[in-house]
């Protein structure tokens, strides 16, 4: 049903309805806007074909029809506090989606969300729940629930049978634990928690090999300091999307949470690890812990995305990542490999496309003669010791890209001048971080010079859109 959703999607981009603002590594759409008369169009005629109505600010209905009964429902955050508004949710009571999208979150709405028996999609992650609405729990039908809560989700959740999509964000300062219930679920495909949540293990005593599996998940991220096993990776077997992060101190016993057993993941296809150290001591100190003991980390054959954080992976590992078949996008950040030195051998990375090193201490970096046979772009991000780029890169001739994001030094100090390496028709993109006025005016005269010749001064009013809010298909 996504990959529908994605179609139609890319369908409406192509005939220049729908303009991207922002893509992932791999091609995805992130972000789109719509022009603010479309979107008044659209809203209008949605509301004519009883596809879906708008409550503004007052709680007035835009374009009501009289005796209808819609289908989907988009609350303005502003009506969720109008008392005059109690009636209106009464009419609404066979709604199967409602969407409450605003640029300020909200706080202690009135609405009571048991009047939905329906419903099947309730989006209010901008309204700020001081208490777990516990009325959600009547919605039997739910499938997809994204709302902001500043606590653990209770155990009763699992009496939501029929739920597919959890996104529950929070504060970062609270302390959020999973219920152990969640395993009791099995049609759940999609999990978020931002910033992270702690995942209990799924145990049921007396009956130890009879324990809950989730064989439909395909997409866990926020999970913090989980532990691994292969009994955990086989009761999760279609995980596809994966993001994980640690809060450990430099002493920590890592053959304890059993990374390598990731390698059993099969159908992982993108996987991110973050790992923070939470010692007092200086840079130095965490940096020589890294290096030192970095935890054992093993990949499935079939991941096609990895970002690495803080890992310290040896050279040995990084040559392993440079086996898989399959990668096509590379995130490197702070902290990611020990090490001041990178070495590209021939055969390495025979499919990837997108390569970012961030805020690393390289300083040396030697490629082969052939590296890279595949990469389209290459983002360098904040390495100040990196002193030059590989010459063979300019060579590469899928490249098309390079972006480099570097704060004000002296010039000359990054080499990026080989001679008519790099093929004409790249782009290469430097983004300054300017500290005086002067330079800041300099760049918005430039700026505007470069607008003006490309006549691309208009301005939109741009709507998210968030590939984890699919809405319409209900």
């Given at each position: 049903m996504e990959e529908m959703a994605g179609k139609y999607l890319q369908a409406l981009v192509d005939r220049n309805l729908i303009l991207v603002c922002k893509r992932s590594c791999s091609g995805k759409i992130r972000r789109c806007s719509m022009h603010q008369l479309l979107r008044d169009v659209c809203v209008r005629i949605a509301s004519t074909h009883n596809f879906l109505h708008v409550v503004e600010s007052g709680g007035c209905v835009t374009n009501e029809r009289p005796y209808s009964t819609p289908r989907r429902l988009s609350i303005h955050p502003d009506a969720?506090?109008?008392?005059?508004?109690?009636?209106?949710w009464n009419s609404y009571h066979s709604v199967l989606s409602v969407l409450c999208i605003a640029s300020q979150p909200v706080k202690n709405p009135i609405v009571i969300f048991s009047r939905f028996m329906f419903l099947l999609v309730l989006d209010v992650l901008q309204v700020h729940f001081v208490e777990f609405p516990r009325d959600i729990i009547k919605c039997f039908r739910l499938k997809y629930l994204a709302l902001h809560y500043d606590g653990s989700l209770p155990r009763s959740?699992?009496?939501?049978?029929?739920?597919?999509?959890?996104v529950h964000h929070f504060s970062f300062r609270n302390y959020c634990l999973l219920p152990m219930v969640i395993w009791d679920m099995p049609s759940l495909r999609h999990l978020y928690m931002k910033p992270g949540c702690y995942l209990s293990k799924p145990f049921r005593w007396p009956f130890p090999l009879s324990l809950p599996s989730l064989p439909f998940l395909q997409t866990l991220v926020g999970i913090r300091n989980f532990k691994w096993s292969k009994g955990i990776i086989g009761r999760i077997p279609n995980l596809k999307n994966l993001v994980i992060s640690y809060d450990v101190s430099s002493s920590v016993y890592w053959p304890a949470y059993q990374h390598e057993t990731l390698a059993y993941q099969h159908r992982l296809e993108s996987l991110k690890i973050i790992i923070k150290y939470n010692d007092d001591d200086d840079d130095d100190d965490v940096e020589t812990a890294i290096s030192l003991d970095p935890p054992k980390l093993e990949f499935p054959e079939n991941l096609k995305k990895l970002c690495l954080k803080g890992c310290g992976v040896s050279s040995e590992c990084m040559t392993s990542i440079g086996k898989l078949s399959n990668l096509t996008a590379l995130k490197l950040r702070c902290g990611a490999f020990s090490g001041p030195s990178w070495e590209n051998v021939e055969g390495e990375f025979p499919e990837l496309a997108f390569l970012l090193l961030g805020d690393l201490r390289l300083t040396?970096?030697?490629?082969?003669?052939?590296?890279?046979?595949?990469?389209?772009?290459l983002v360098i991000r904040l390495c100040h010791k990196l002193k030059e780029i590989p010459s063979t890169i300019g060579e590469i001739s899928t490249l098309e890209k390079i972006k480099l994001?570097?704060?004000?030094?002296?010039?000359?100090?990054?080499?990026?001048?080989?001679?008519?390496?790099?093929p004409g028709r790249m782009q290469l993109i430097s983004d300054v971080i300017q500290?005086?006025?002067c330079d800041i005016l300099l760049v918005?005269?430039?700026?505007?010079?470069?607008?003006?010749?490309f006549d691309l001064g208009t301005t939109q009013t741009k709507h998210d859109s968030d590939s984890s809010r699919p809405w319409l298909m209900y």
């Amino acid at each position: 049903m996504e990959e529908m959703a994605g179609k139609y999607l890319q369908a409406l981009v192509d005939r220049n309805l729908i303009l991207v603002c922002k893509r992932s590594c791999s091609g995805k759409i992130r972000r789109c806007s719509m022009h603010q008369l479309l979107r008044d169009v659209c809203v209008r005629i949605a509301s004519t074909h009883n596809f879906l109505h708008v409550v503004e600010s007052g709680g007035c209905v835009t374009n009501e029809r009289p005796y209808s009964t819609p289908r989907r429902l988009s609350i303005h955050p502003d009506a969720l506090h109008v008392k005059s508004t109690d009636k209106l949710w009464n009419s609404y009571h066979s709604v199967l989606s409602v969407l409450c999208i605003a640029s300020q979150p909200v706080k202690n709405p009135i609405v009571i969300f048991s009047r939905f028996m329906f419903l099947l999609v309730l989006d209010v992650l901008q309204v700020h729940f001081v208490e777990f609405p516990r009325d959600i729990i009547k919605c039997f039908r739910l499938k997809y629930l994204a709302l902001h809560y500043d606590g653990s989700l209770p155990r009763s959740i699992s009496k939501l049978k029929y739920l597919q999509t959890i996104v529950h964000h929070f504060s970062f300062r609270n302390y959020c634990l999973l219920p152990m219930v969640i395993w009791d679920m099995p049609s759940l495909r999609h999990l978020y928690m931002k910033p992270g949540c702690y995942l209990s293990k799924p145990f049921r005593w007396p009956f130890p090999l009879s324990l809950p599996s989730l064989p439909f998940l395909q997409t866990l991220v926020g999970i913090r300091n989980f532990k691994w096993s292969k009994g955990i990776i086989g009761r999760i077997p279609n995980l596809k999307n994966l993001v994980i992060s640690y809060d450990v101190s430099s002493s920590v016993y890592w053959p304890a949470y059993q990374h390598e057993t990731l390698a059993y993941q099969h159908r992982l296809e993108s996987l991110k690890i973050i790992i923070k150290y939470n010692d007092d001591d200086d840079d130095d100190d965490v940096e020589t812990a890294i290096s030192l003991d970095p935890p054992k980390l093993e990949f499935p054959e079939n991941l096609k995305k990895l970002c690495l954080k803080g890992c310290g992976v040896s050279s040995e590992c990084m040559t392993s990542i440079g086996k898989l078949s399959n990668l096509t996008a590379l995130k490197l950040r702070c902290g990611a490999f020990s090490g001041p030195s990178w070495e590209n051998v021939e055969g390495e990375f025979p499919e990837l496309a997108f390569l970012l090193l961030g805020d690393l201490r390289l300083t040396t970096w030697l490629t082969d003669e052939a590296p890279f046979p595949r990469l389209e772009c290459l983002v360098i991000r904040l390495c100040h010791k990196l002193k030059e780029i590989p010459s063979t890169i300019g060579e590469i001739s899928t490249l098309e890209k390079i972006k480099l994001v570097e704060k004000k030094r002296e010039a000359g100090e990054m080499n990026l001048e080989a001679g008519g390496v790099f093929p004409g028709r790249m782009q290469l993109i430097s983004d300054v971080i300017q500290s005086t006025v002067c330079d800041i005016l300099l760049v918005v005269i430039v700026l505007a010079i470069v607008f003006r010749m490309f006549d691309l001064g208009t301005t939109q009013t741009k709507h998210d859109s968030d590939s984890s809010r699919p809405w319409l298909m209900y």
